[in-house]
């Protein structure tokens, strides 16, 4: 009996040897999908978060960009991918305009994938086209109100965060203008230069905005920002509980282990501490922040609910071809 014992023993011992371990996460390569193209906030953003976490873990990130699609390709990328870890998502407010813009999608937007962290943030900039005969924000405001509907702003997308938070700004200031959309930043704040648009909301205060010259005549944010001072805020202006942004955050797909997303986000916000990565970002007047994925779900439903509300405007629902 006891030498049956002692053979049994021996060969829960030997199978338990033989069984692999577990691997710790990650045992291998991460994709972090970026759904717009190289150079912009979003890619800077995530990349520099990337090679931050990447040292960290001793692990290699491969940042891809997968455009196209008002951001719903790269979505469906990673909402079709395994729910692992291995694939994480770099999502704008396009995520959410596109959920709500863009008919018989592949993917939920609120079902197929869970919240991380809220990377960073930048405040929407007022600029105006040198050839406007403005200087300052009330200044602008009545010259527009001049022109009866004809002044005109760029955007960088039609959908994207700076058309529907500016049609949200004309709005909320009483104003009309037309629409003109470009496909990105550079190639709207080139028209806006050259007289070609008369305003825009800028992505991020970046050194080509500064030497652009272009007017800068509110921040749209609560408060001023560090980069510059002079420019006033849209709370200051009148514009109270009025707030247009772009944002950067971390996602996965729905279903991926607690741990993991735990992981992913205490370790966005260790990278967001970094003084390497704060100073890369916020020389391109980018806001770090790091949240975890409870406070960024609260996020996302409060800008989502904005972006519902804008979209609920006549013009701005017939201008995007959606049913009433």
Do not use: C
Request: glycine share 8%; proline share 7%; charged share 20%.
């Amino acid at each position: 009996m006891r030498l049956n014992l002692s053979l049994a023993l021996v060969a829960v011992g030997l199978l338990a040897a033989a069984a692999p371990a577990h691997a710790e996460y990650p045992d291998r390569p991460i994709k972090m999908i970026v759904p717009l193209a190289p150079g912009g906030g979003t890619d800077i953003t995530g990349r520099t978060v990337a090679t931050a976490i990447a040292a960290d873990w001793n692990t290699t990130i491969a940042v891809e960009n997968k455009t196209g699609g008002g951001t719903s390709i790269a979505s469906l990328a990673v909402a079709t991918a395994p729910a692992d870890g291995y694939t994480v998502y770099v999502n704008t407010a396009s995520f959410l305009i596109s959920a709500r813009t863009i008919p018989n999608l592949r993917y939920d937007a609120q079902k197929d994938f869970t919240p991380v962290s809220l990377l960073a943030s930048s405040d929407h900039i007022l600029v105006i086209s040198p050839r406007v005969p403005a200087k300052t924000y009330a200044e602008f405001r009545d010259w527009v109100r001049s022109k009866n509907g004809a002044a005109t702003f760029a955007s960088f997308g039609a959908g994207s965060s700076s058309h529907l938070g500016f049609e949200l700004f004309l709005n909320r200031a009483g104003l009309n203008m037309v629409h003109v959309p470009y496909k990105g930043n550079a190639p709207a704040m080139t028209d806006l230069l050259g007289g070609h648009v008369d305003a825009m909301f800028a992505d991020h205060v970046d050194d080509a905005l500064k030497a652009s010259g272009l007017p800068m005549l509110a921040v749209m944010g609560p408060k001023r920002l560090p980069e510059i001072p002079d420019v006033p805020s849209a709370q200051e202006l009148g514009l109270k509980d009025f707030t247009s942004n772009s944002f950067y955050g971390l996602m996965v797909r729905k279903g991926t282990p607690d741990a993991i997303v735990e992981k992913w986000s205490a370790a966005a916000h260790k990278a967001l501490q970094t003084k390497t990565v704060r100073d890369t970002l916020q020389l391109q007047g980018i806001a770090p922040a790091g949240t975890t994925p409870k406070e960024y779900a609260a996020f996302l439903k409060k800008e989502d609910a904005k972006y519902a509300e804008t979209l609920r405007l006549p013009s701005v629902a017939a201008g995007l071809g959606l049913k009433p």
